[in-house]
């Protein structure tokens, strides 16, 4: 376990809080719904926005399990680097930090319980955040639908994170199989 995490939802669906710490390093978030606006502590002024410079491989995070079925996709044919095996909040802290360009699990996806809180995070810190296809994810719908139809452990949500636009775009056309039949 690297980091740990906390959120809360009223009965509609809406995030009130959440809060990641690593249990690894000095990485912490806490976001809170003023209404208005998302509240960050500890208050940052330079989040990394660069994008990835020419030549330079995207690094990922992604889980050792998913590795097997995600080696022969183009993102990682095409030189991405394999740089975190995990998909949650510690890969979050380090998307926030600049060390992680993307986090994937777009096959099988995590729980939705897991996804409710480091998703939430990214979401509110402002990270792009969507499933394979490029639609975007609703938490809100995601924990409405749970307390109405009491879904328990097994609804999972597959995803992608990544720390700027440009690389979301880049991740997602990265993660289609290549045609390998002749035309």
Not at 22 to 48: A, C
């Amino acid at each position: 376990v690297q980091s740990t995490g906390i959120a809360i939802y009223d009965r509609e669906g809406a995030l009130k809080t959440v809060g990641i710490i690593s249990f690894v390093d000095d990485g912490f978030i806490f976001i809170e719904n003023r209404g208005d606006h998302m509240m960050l502590y500890p208050p940052r002024k330079d989040r990394p926005t660069r994008q990835n410079e020419t030549g330079e491989p995207l690094k990922v995070a992604t889980l050792l399990r998913r590795m097997y079925n995600l080696r022969d996709l183009p993102i990682f044919t095409q030189g991405a680097t394999w740089n975190m095996n995990c998909a949650s909040g510690f890969a979050v802290l380090g998307i926030d930090k600049g060390t992680i360009d993307t986090i994937i699990d777009p096959i099988k996806g995590n729980p939705w319980y897991e996804v409710a809180i480091w998703g939430a995070a990214a979401q509110a810190l402002g990270y792009p955040m969507s499933d394979k296809e490029g639609n975007p994810i609703d938490m809100s719908h995601i924990v409405r639908r749970v307390i109405q139809k009491h879904e328990g452990d097994s609804f999972r949500i597959p995803f992608v994170i990544s720390r700027t636009p440009e690389i979301h775009q880049q991740v997602l056309s990265l993660l289609k199989p290549q045609d390998t039949h002749p035309k």
